[in-house]
């Protein structure tokens, strides 16, 4: 059931959490730093809440759209640059235990999801593939009601052909996505270059990812031993443990929706997935995954190699264009061409649609990669300068 926007009014977090054991915490700072921490971790907490309250008012028919999950990821990026910026200023509190731990344990987490947006790269790789066959098939019979003949409908017959193959394949096998030597840093003009290479391993700047490699089970990796933080840890933590916390289920969720929405290797949407409802956060994150997984249970949608809308979009095209093709006579009669026309124009409309959105989410995908790479580098050099 989709939640109003009223109904995530009066939840809040701030000193009901964050003031656990706050006496004890002053011990430790003076009171001036502690207030200063206690606002800065208050702030991120709202921030993160009206990042995804926001993204949770989304129309059903908008949820998992190519649009919807751009703005996904910038929200992430939005969160990322501010958690950041609240362990930068606050490296006395993070060198110390158990901060330094829970640091590690969420750095960790951020590797494995450097493969995760790999992956998701090669899967929109794949449905620029899938765009590229339709585009075949709308310039086979696009405006060619005279020179309409046997090529032309022989020319359009295959590439539907290979479009239904190939977004079967990804259906009965979820992993055959073609694997390109290729990462977020090689040079797009080796694109189709790459695209022509055999099937092997393609690399990431976290590790080589075989073809044995699952999307599901490194998303269940990534939420493993992911729990709130207790009473005691916030108090030996000034408060920042809330925050590794907030930054680590978004990171989870952000990568389980990628891989719920996008054709990847063994895909699936079977990660365990919680948050205490303490966590303001927390009732429109949970709201999404619950919306989500509804769609995934749509009787449409239960096989499909991804939740994006616009992969639906390309299963009704190529539906429309099969039932054109099969249903025209040859030499084309005037209700035939308007029939293709119509048809037609649905088509181009659709690619178009696909043109102004396939790129910016690669490209967004792309600077989510490289904002994790350039956090976790900061972090393990400020950690290198405190250790000398």
């Not at 992956?119 to 405006?143: F, P």
């Not at 096998?173 to 090689?186: A, L, P």
């Not at 990796?221 to 925050?243: C, D, Q, R």
């Not at 365990?272 to 995954?289: D, G, K, T």
Request: charged residues 25%; positive net charge.
């Amino acid at each position: 059931m989709r939640m109003r926007a009223a109904d995530f009014h009066g939840l809040y977090i701030g000193r009901s959490i964050l003031g656990l054991g706050r006496d004890h915490t002053i011990e430790r700072l003076s009171s001036q730093v502690a207030t200063a921490v206690e606002l800065e971790l208050e702030d991120f907490q709202r921030h993160v809440t009206n990042q995804f309250l926001d993204l949770s008012l989304v129309m059903q028919d908008d949820l998992l759209s190519m649009p919807w999950i751009s703005r996904l990821l910038d929200a992430f990026i939005c969160c990322q640059k501010e958690f950041n910026a609240i362990l930068f200023k606050n490296q006395t509190l993070v060198s110390r235990p158990p901060m330094d731990r829970l640091i590690a344990d969420f750095n960790e987490r951020a590797v494995k999801a450097l493969d995760v947006c790999n992956a998701i790269r090669d899967g929109i790789e794949q449905i620029r593939q899938w765009q590229n066959l339709l585009e075949i098939v709308k310039c086979a019979v696009e405006g060619q009601r005279y020179s309409f003949g046997e090529p032309q409908l022989r020319r359009a017959k295959k590439a539907l052909v290979d479009l239904a193959i190939a977004m079967l394949d990804d259906k009965d096998s979820s992993s055959t996505v073609s694997h390109r030597n290729r990462s977020f840093g090689s040079n797009n003009a080796n694109s189709s270059r790459d695209s022509h290479r055999p099937s092997g391993h393609y690399r990431s700047l976290s590790w080589s990812v075989s073809r044995t490699w699952s999307a599901a089970k490194q998303i269940q990796a990534i939420g493993n031993n992911l729990n709130a933080p207790k009473g005691a840890e916030i108090v030996a933590t000034g408060g920042l443990s809330v925050a590794v916390f907030t930054m680590s289920s978004i990171l989870l969720f952000v990568m389980w929706t990628l891989v719920a929405a996008i054709p990847c290797q063994d895909r699936g949407l079977q990660a365990h997935f919680y948050i205490p409802r303490q966590f303001a956060w927390a009732a429109p994150v949970m709201s999404l995954h619950d919306r989500i997984v509804e769609e995934s249970k749509k009787r449409e949608r239960k096989n499909s190699c991804g939740l994006l809308k616009e992969i639906y979009k390309i299963e009704r095209c190529m539906r429309m264009m099969n039932e054109v093709v099969d249903s025209v006579q040859l030499p084309l009669m005037e209700d035939d061409e308007g029939k293709v026309r119509m048809r037609v124009e649905e088509v181009v409309s659709f690619l178009e649609e696909m043109k102004q959105g396939l790129g910016p989410l690669e490209r967004k995908v792309r600077e989510v990669f490289h904002r994790i790479v350039r956090s976790r580098t900061e972090g393990l050099d400020c950690s290198h300068y405190r250790e000398n």
